[in-house]
Protein backbone atom coordinates (compact mmCIF):
# COMPACT_ATOMS: atom_id res chain seq x y z
CA UNK A 1 0.00 0.00 0.00
CA UNK A 2 1.30 3.49 -0.40
CA UNK A 3 0.35 6.82 2.65
CA UNK A 4 0.25 10.13 2.09
CA UNK A 5 -1.06 13.33 4.42
CA UNK A 6 -2.75 14.57 2.04
CA UNK A 7 -6.00 13.43 0.94
CA UNK A 8 -5.99 15.41 -2.54
CA UNK A 9 -3.11 13.54 -3.21
CA UNK A 10 -4.86 10.49 -2.51
CA UNK A 11 -7.69 11.23 -4.97
CA UNK A 12 -4.85 11.89 -7.66
CA UNK A 13 -3.69 8.91 -7.57
CA UNK A 14 -7.16 7.09 -7.11
CA UNK A 15 -7.72 8.95 -10.32
CA UNK A 16 -4.54 8.14 -11.96
CA UNK A 17 -5.53 4.58 -11.65
CA UNK A 18 -8.17 4.79 -13.96
CA UNK A 19 -6.41 5.92 -16.65
CA UNK A 20 -3.39 2.40 -16.96
CA UNK A 21 -3.75 -0.96 -17.04
CA UNK A 22 -2.27 -2.23 -14.15
CA UNK A 23 -3.08 -5.03 -11.58
CA UNK A 24 -2.33 -3.61 -8.96
CA UNK A 25 -4.53 -3.88 -6.16
CA UNK A 26 -2.45 -1.54 -3.89
CA UNK A 27 -5.12 1.40 -2.48
CA UNK A 28 -3.55 4.54 -1.19
CA UNK A 29 -4.12 5.23 2.68
CA UNK A 30 -4.52 8.84 4.12
CA UNK A 31 -1.89 8.50 6.64
CA UNK A 32 1.63 8.92 7.73
CA UNK A 33 4.71 7.47 8.36
CA UNK A 34 5.22 9.71 11.15
CA UNK A 35 2.19 8.23 12.71
CA UNK A 36 3.04 5.39 15.56
CA UNK A 37 -0.36 3.70 15.41
CA UNK A 38 -0.17 3.27 11.84
CA UNK A 39 3.27 2.11 11.79
CA UNK A 40 2.57 -0.23 14.91
CA UNK A 41 -0.66 -1.76 12.97
CA UNK A 42 1.49 -2.27 9.53
CA UNK A 43 5.06 -3.40 11.02
CA UNK A 44 3.54 -7.38 11.50
CA UNK A 45 4.53 -8.55 8.98
CA UNK A 46 5.78 -5.34 7.14
CA UNK A 47 6.31 -4.87 3.64
CA UNK A 48 8.61 -6.62 0.79
CA UNK A 49 9.24 -2.59 -0.36
CA UNK A 50 9.64 -0.05 1.66
CA UNK A 51 9.87 3.00 -0.96
CA UNK A 52 10.00 6.36 -0.16
CA UNK A 53 11.97 8.91 -2.51
CA UNK A 54 12.67 12.44 -2.08
CA UNK A 55 10.10 12.45 0.62
CA UNK A 56 11.10 11.42 4.54
CA UNK A 57 13.27 14.45 4.34
CA UNK A 58 10.24 16.80 4.30
CA UNK A 59 8.48 14.71 7.23
CA UNK A 60 9.82 17.28 9.74
CA UNK A 61 11.53 14.38 11.30
CA UNK A 62 13.95 12.88 9.15
CA UNK A 63 15.31 10.49 11.68
CA UNK A 64 11.71 9.27 12.89
CA UNK A 65 10.47 9.31 9.38
CA UNK A 66 13.33 6.82 8.74
CA UNK A 67 13.52 4.71 12.03
CA UNK A 68 9.63 3.71 10.89
CA UNK A 69 10.45 3.39 7.18
CA UNK A 70 13.08 0.65 8.82
CA UNK A 71 10.09 -0.93 10.97
CA UNK A 72 8.04 -1.47 8.29
CA UNK A 73 10.62 -3.29 6.25
CA UNK A 74 10.59 -7.28 6.68
CA UNK A 75 13.08 -9.78 6.81
CA UNK A 76 14.28 -10.16 3.13
CA UNK A 77 13.12 -6.86 2.08
CA UNK A 78 13.96 -3.90 0.71
CA UNK A 79 14.44 -0.34 1.55
CA UNK A 80 15.00 2.55 -0.95
CA UNK A 81 15.32 5.59 -0.01
CA UNK A 82 16.62 9.19 -1.82
CA UNK A 83 17.79 11.78 1.27
CA UNK A 84 19.04 15.08 0.77
CA UNK A 85 22.82 15.46 0.87
CA UNK A 86 23.81 18.20 3.81
CA UNK A 87 26.35 20.41 2.14
CA UNK A 88 27.60 24.00 3.37
CA UNK A 89 24.52 25.90 1.75
CA UNK A 90 21.90 23.33 2.92
CA UNK A 91 21.05 25.95 6.14
CA UNK A 92 20.55 28.56 3.46
CA UNK A 93 18.51 26.10 1.50
CA UNK A 94 16.33 25.64 4.53
CA UNK A 95 16.12 30.12 4.76
CA UNK A 96 14.83 29.80 0.69
CA UNK A 97 12.45 27.51 0.96
CA UNK A 98 10.98 28.62 4.34
CA UNK A 99 10.35 31.97 2.51
CA UNK A 100 9.19 30.42 -0.02
CA UNK A 101 6.13 28.51 1.70
CA UNK A 102 5.39 31.68 3.66
CA UNK A 103 5.29 33.99 0.80
CA UNK A 104 2.43 35.45 -0.82
CA UNK A 105 2.34 34.19 -4.88
CA UNK A 106 4.19 37.28 -6.09
CA UNK A 107 6.99 36.55 -4.28
CA UNK A 108 7.37 32.90 -4.56
CA UNK A 109 7.20 33.81 -8.40
CA UNK A 110 10.06 36.33 -7.94
CA UNK A 111 12.27 34.10 -5.58
CA UNK A 112 11.52 31.33 -8.72
CA UNK A 113 12.87 33.96 -11.55
CA UNK A 114 15.71 35.14 -9.21
CA UNK A 115 17.24 31.34 -9.03
CA UNK A 116 16.21 30.17 -12.84
CA UNK A 117 19.40 30.95 -14.49
CA UNK A 118 21.90 30.26 -11.75
CA UNK A 119 20.50 26.96 -10.78
CA UNK A 120 20.05 26.74 -14.57
CA UNK A 121 24.30 27.30 -14.70
CA UNK A 122 24.91 25.51 -12.00
CA UNK A 123 22.87 21.93 -13.34
CA UNK A 124 24.88 22.34 -16.44
CA UNK A 125 27.99 22.60 -14.22
CA UNK A 126 27.16 20.00 -11.94
CA UNK A 127 25.42 17.50 -14.15
CA UNK A 128 27.00 18.32 -17.56
CA UNK A 129 23.87 18.63 -19.83
CA UNK A 130 21.24 21.13 -20.01
CA UNK A 131 18.14 20.45 -17.93
CA UNK A 132 15.57 19.88 -20.48
CA UNK A 133 12.89 17.87 -19.00
CA UNK A 134 14.19 16.30 -15.72
CA UNK A 135 14.01 12.61 -15.11
CA UNK A 136 11.41 14.07 -12.37
CA UNK A 137 9.31 14.37 -15.36
CA UNK A 138 8.99 18.27 -15.47
CA UNK A 139 10.63 20.96 -17.19
CA UNK A 140 13.03 22.90 -15.54
CA UNK A 141 10.55 25.80 -14.45
CA UNK A 142 7.90 23.86 -12.58
CA UNK A 143 11.02 21.68 -11.50
CA UNK A 144 12.62 24.67 -9.46
CA UNK A 145 9.53 25.67 -8.19
CA UNK A 146 9.13 21.69 -6.98
CA UNK A 147 12.56 21.91 -5.22
CA UNK A 148 12.41 25.83 -4.00
CA UNK A 149 9.12 25.09 -2.47
CA UNK A 150 10.50 21.34 -0.25
CA UNK A 151 9.96 22.85 3.27
CA UNK A 152 10.22 21.03 5.58
CA UNK A 153 14.00 20.23 4.84
CA UNK A 154 16.17 18.23 6.29
CA UNK A 155 19.47 16.58 5.08
CA UNK A 156 21.91 14.30 6.02
CA UNK A 157 25.62 13.00 4.75
CA UNK A 158 26.19 9.74 3.74
CA UNK A 159 28.05 8.46 6.85
CA UNK A 160 25.19 10.41 9.53
CA UNK A 161 22.75 8.66 6.95
CA UNK A 162 24.56 5.38 7.24
CA UNK A 163 24.54 5.62 11.26
CA UNK A 164 20.55 5.58 10.96
CA UNK A 165 20.63 2.11 9.29
CA UNK A 166 20.70 -1.02 11.43
CA UNK A 167 23.51 -3.48 10.65
CA UNK A 168 20.57 -6.39 9.33
CA UNK A 169 20.05 -3.73 6.56
CA UNK A 170 23.00 -4.53 3.98
CA UNK A 171 23.46 -1.63 1.19
CA UNK A 172 23.28 -3.07 -2.04
CA UNK A 173 23.50 0.12 -4.66
CA UNK A 174 23.99 3.67 -3.97
CA UNK A 175 23.68 6.86 -5.81
CA UNK A 176 25.68 9.79 -4.67
CA UNK A 177 24.01 13.17 -5.36
CA UNK A 178 24.61 14.35 -8.76
CA UNK A 179 24.87 17.90 -7.54
CA UNK A 180 25.94 19.45 -3.99
CA UNK A 181 22.38 19.69 -2.09
CA UNK A 182 21.23 16.45 -4.58
CA UNK A 183 20.04 13.16 -3.18
CA UNK A 184 21.84 10.35 -1.81
CA UNK A 185 20.05 7.14 -3.15
CA UNK A 186 20.47 4.22 -1.89
CA UNK A 187 18.97 0.26 -1.65
CA UNK A 188 19.15 -1.77 1.50
CA UNK A 189 18.46 -5.46 1.54
CA UNK A 190 17.32 -6.36 4.77
CA UNK A 191 19.18 -9.58 6.14
Known sequence: SGIDPDIQNIAAVKELKKYFDTNLSVEPINDSILNERFVKSSEDPGFDVVYSWGVL?????????I???IRLTKKDGFL?????????SSQIWKVIKWL???SPPTFKEF????????LKIATWVFV??????????MDFYHDLRDRIGGYPYEYLT?????DLIPSDFKLIHY???AVPTGNHQLVFKRD
Open 67 to 69: HNS
Open 128 to 137: GKSHGNSMRG
Open 158 to 162: KKELL
Open 175 to 177: IPP
Open 57 to 65: HHTGNLNSA
Open 111 to 118: LILFFYLP
Open 80 to 88: VLAIYNRHW
Open 100 to 102: YVV
